[in-house]
């Protein structure tokens, strides 16, 4: 059989994220390496309630196809219950459901990116985020994050000399990877750049529903009064991601052309998922929820942090982060932590290594760990063990 993929498909890459999780599946292993949710906390007794209501209710158009733009019960809770509350007032033809906002990245890429157009990206990134773009080939500017988020003054001299790209994408809050969050400062001059410059920014907010300290701040979108925000969210870390239901809110002509893209990817999000999920926040409180996930959050991020102050070594560092799921360390520049990472296997112990979040992937000296899947002695455990292997190197 002879098959000649094309050039894109030959530029997509496997996640090496998803491949490690493979590695790290054995019952023995601690492991700090997923971006996963706690799956104890899924509200399972009310969604097999509410899942058997909606079959018998409305199990005619549950499970027959419907409208791409999503299901209108679903799409104005999210504006009522999810956007109204952190200042986002938009409308039915201002937000589409997709697949989880991973499929609203590969979207953005194919709405936006021609081959070779710049696309600004934080340093470090999402990896799956740089993996979607990647398709349409963009041409990656990497500005490097700073305790408050991008560096804009780099930014600014970027655009000052004529960068022109295609657009920004960012993660204010609780950044996946790093932790770190936007300050409000940063997000007024992001936005009163964009403006300057005419530059289109994506936010992509799968955490900033998961404070751990101190308050939320507003979103970009909030204060976008030119409709050049287009903002991402999901259900996937604060109800469960196994539904598969992220919305996109943005201006209605470029809703409007992100539903045409949708309807030749896969027609719809599932009528069904949408249903139950929409059924979910009209009849129970998805805050109520998100509080009680946020408690236990909180108490592994607090086991996590204390853990490492105690056993890393001084010069050790990492962000204490203060919402979101992952914290990110930073050892010596000469230390590659892929080769941490097989030794750290070696102890049951697995987390991400850092250079794949890096759109020039030359970074190896940084690796995030993930603290909410793990119960808080298998925490001090795993920390301990890591120190172990670090600390070896100082
Ligand atoms: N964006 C970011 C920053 C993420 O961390 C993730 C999930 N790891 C996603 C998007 C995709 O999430 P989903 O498709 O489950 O909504």
Request: one cysteine or more.
């Amino acid at each position: 059989m002879n098959v000649e993929f094309s050039e894109r498909a030959n530029r997509i890459k496997a996640s090496e994220i998803r491949e490690l999780l493979k590695l790290t599946a054995r019952p023995e292993i601690i492991s700090f390496a997923g971006g996963l949710p706690a799956a104890e906390l899924f509200p399972l007794e009310s969604l097999a309630e509410i899942s058997k209501e909606v079959i018998l209710q409305e199990g005619k158009t549950a499970l027959q196809y419907s409208t791409t733009e999503g299901f209108n019960d679903l799409r104005e809770v999210i504006l009522k219950q999810r956007l109204a509350k952190v200042g986002i007032f938009a409308t039915l033809d201002e937000i589409f459901i997709t697949s989880g906002s991973q499929q609203a990245l590969d979207f953005t890429g194919k709405l936006l990116i021609n081959e070779g157009d710049q696309v600004i990206v934080e340093s470090p990134t999402y990896l799956g985020a740089l993996n979607a773009f990647l398709a349409y080939a963009p041409s990656y500017v990497e500005i490097p994050l700073e305790e408050d988020g991008m560096d804009l003054d780099l930014l600014e001299e970027h655009l000052k000399s004529g960068l022109k790209a295609k657009f920004l994408y960012t993660i204010p809050d609780f950044q996946n990877p790093s932790g770190i969050t936007m300050s409000l400062e940063k997000r007024k001059r992001l936005l009163s750049l964009a403006n300057q410059y005419d530059l289109i920014v994506i936010e992509d907010a799968p955490y900033a529903e998961l404070v751990l300290e101190g308050d939320q701040l507003p979103p970009l979108k909030s204060m976008d009064t030119e409709g050049r925000v287009i903002y991402l969210g999901t259900f996937s870390k604060t109800f469960t991601p196994g539904l598969r239901i992220g919305w996109v809110v943005g201006h209605p002509k470029i809703i409007h052309k992100f539903i045409q893209i949708k309807q030749g990817s896969d027609l719809q999000t599932s009528s069904l998922d949408q249903r139950i999920a929409a059924r979910y926040m009209l009849q129970y409180n998805l805050d109520e929820h998100i509080e009680l996930i946020k408690k236990v959050y909180k108490n592994r991020r607090d086991v996590m942090i204390n853990a490492m102050r105690a056993s890393f070594h001084k010069d050790i560092t990492f962000t204490d982060s203060k919402g979101g799921l992952f914290t990110w360390v930073r050892v010596k520049e000469t230390m590659d932590t892929k080769l941490i990472m097989e030794e750290a296997l070696a102890r049951n112990v697995a987390f991400v290594p850092g250079a794949s979040f890096f759109a020039s992937g030359d970074k190896k000296n940084y690796m995030r760990l993930n603290y909410s899947c793990m119960p808080e002695e298998m925490i001090e455990i795993g920390i301990r063990r890591l120190a172990e292997v670090l600390n070896k190197y100082y």
